[in-house]
Structures are given as structure tokens and as C-alpha cells.
């Protein structure tokens, strides 16, 4: 399996916020869907700032038991003005 997927991001839900912050989204690739989950507050904080179906990205992890990527870093490709104001900022 693909331990650094990228692709477009897509159905981002917050899982939980406390005691910890869980996100869950999908990454669009060209020929697959990629179902991840992260609970990195900074990353998650950034990922709610991210249109869905707009941003691409390209992310890093490990597999679980559910063959979910659990996220341990991503980068914003070509990230618009507001991205760069909220989401990356959120991720330095």
C-alpha cells in the first residue's frame, strides 16, 4: 500500500473534541478513494479549514487495522490565499 498518497480532499468530519481532536476525511486519488484519520490538533485544525473538493494535498502515514491512513504529516499544494493565511499557519 501507498504510504504517501496525494489527491484532492474530501468529506471532512470531526470525529471528537475532546479530550481528543479526531478527524476523519477522504483523499481522491486518480484511480482510488483513500480513507484517513488524523488526531494531530494542528493538522486538524488545518484540515476544517480546507475545501472539500478543491484543495489538493499530499499526505504521510501508516496503515491501521481498518486500513485507515493514520496522518502523521501533510503539505497544501498550491494552497489559495486563504489557505495560506489559516491552514498553513496552522501546520508551522
Given at each position: 500500500?501507498q504510504n504517501?498518497?496525494?489527491?484532492?480532499?474530501?468529506?471532512?468530519?470531526?470525529?471528537?473534541?475532546?479530550?481528543?481532536?479526531?478527524?476523519?476525511?477522504?483523499?481522491?486519488?486518480?484511480?482510488?478513494?483513500?480513507?484517513?484519520?488524523?488526531?494531530?490538533?494542528?493538522?486538524?485544525?488545518?484540515?476544517?479549514?480546507?475545501?472539500?473538493?478543491?484543495?489538493?494535498?499530499?499526505?504521510?502515514?501508516?496503515?491501521?487495522?481498518?486500513?485507515?491512513?493514520?496522518?502523521?504529516?501533510?503539505?497544501?499544494?498550491?494552497?489559495?490565499?486563504?489557505?495560506?493565511?489559516?491552514?498553513?499557519?496552522?501546520?508551522?
Amino acid at each position: 500500500m501507498q504510504n504517501n498518497p496525494s489527491g484532492i480532499i474530501d468529506k471532512i468530519r470531526m470525529l471528537s473534541y475532546y479530550p481528543q481532536m479526531l478527524v476523519r476525511f477522504t483523499i481522491l486519488t486518480n484511480d482510488k478513494r483513500i480513507n484517513c484519520i488524523c488526531s494531530d490538533k494542528n493538522l486538524c485544525n488545518s484540515l476544517l479549514f480546507l475545501d472539500e473538493g478543491k484543495t489538493k494535498v499530499a499526505i504521510y502515514g501508516r496503515y491501521n487495522s481498518r486500513k485507515q491512513l493514520v496522518v502523521e504529516k501533510m503539505f497544501i499544494k498550491n494552497p489559495t490565499s486563504f489557505e495560506k493565511e489559516f491552514a498553513v499557519r496552522c501546520l508551522a
